[in-house]
């Protein structure tokens, strides 16, 4: 059974950085894409970031595009979120997703991820 464990989540202060990370056991994540999501309080989960099982092809949300980096280590079976800048707008529980599919398109709509972790809080404070 697959398991994703995300870290890295914690309050900083706006312009500054945090690095998440998120851990996959139990699946065959290199040949997933992996995705970033979030989820603001009321509000609906939003796609952050994505990247193709090669990590060789990534795609980011308007909102965080020059400030955030997704990347990703297969022989580690984990994903990193790299994000830097940061803005009160920002917070929110950040999750990763694996690729519903093998192989497949990149994808920001949650449906082409099958598998999610527990969340990890990010605040950033104005």
């Known amino acids: 059974q697959v398991q994703l464990v995300e870290s890295g989540g914690g309050l900083v202060q706006a312009g500054d950085s945090l690095r998440l990370s998120c851990v996959a056991s139990?699946?065959?994540?290199?040949?997933?894409?992996m995705g970033w999501f979030r989820q603001a309080p009321g509000k609906e989960r939003e796609f952050v970031a994505t990247?193709?099982?090669?990590?060789?092809?990534?795609n980011y949300a308007d909102s965080v595009k020059g400030r955030f980096t997704i990347s990703r280590d297969n022989a580690k079976s984990t994903v990193y979120l790299q994000m830097n800048s940061l803005k009160p707008e920002d917070t929110a529980v950040y999750y990763c997703?694996?690729?519903?599919?093998?192989?497949?398109?990149?994808?920001?709509?949650?449906?082409?991820?099958?598998?999610w972790g527990q969340g990890t809080q990010v605040t950033v404070s104005s």
């Open positions: 139990g699946g065959t994540f290199s040949s997933r894409n």
């Open positions: 990247i193709r099982w090669s990590g060789t092809t990534t």
């Open positions: 997703a694996l690729g519903r599919r093998a192989f497949d398109v990149l994808g920001s709509s949650p449906t082409a991820y099958a598998n």
